[in-house]
């Protein structure tokens, strides 16, 4: 049985208009292959972002800095994608790696989580 996977953008209910809410990052390498709706942490020391990890305290991931657009593939070299960083209400049920400290950390940036 074939299952499919999460598409872009599909955990959005609401967005800013435009490219408001929206930034074009880099997922670091080694982050593995991501879907969409994937809660990602920024690296302080490279500026590079992963999945969010609220139990890592010395890189940066464990604090939520917004949300994988579209799926990625980063499991072997640094990856171009866009990040839902600001001012946008999402589908909660849609996301993968959220928990009450991301969701806090999210509702900061103006993203609010329902």
Do not use: C, W
Not at 4 to 22: H, T, V, Y
Not at 59 to 73: E, H, K, N
């Amino acid at each position: 049985m074939l299952q499919e996977q999460k598409r872009a953008g599909e955990f959005l209910i609401a967005e800013g208009n435009g490219s408001l809410s929206r930034e074009n990052i880099v997922i670091a390498s080694g982050s593995g292959a991501l879907v969409a709706g994937t809660v990602l942490g920024k690296v302080t020391a490279s500026g590079e972002y992963g999945p969010y990890d609220n139990d890592d305290t010395t890189t940066g991931l464990g604090a939520a800095a917004g949300i994988l657009y579209a799926p990625v593939d980063a499991t072997s070299a640094a990856t171009a994608a866009v990040l839902i960083a600001r001012h946008a209400e999402v589908d909660g049920d849609l996301l993968t790696g959220l928990d009450a400290t991301g969701t806090a950390d999210l509702a900061a940036l103006q993203i609010i989580v329902r």
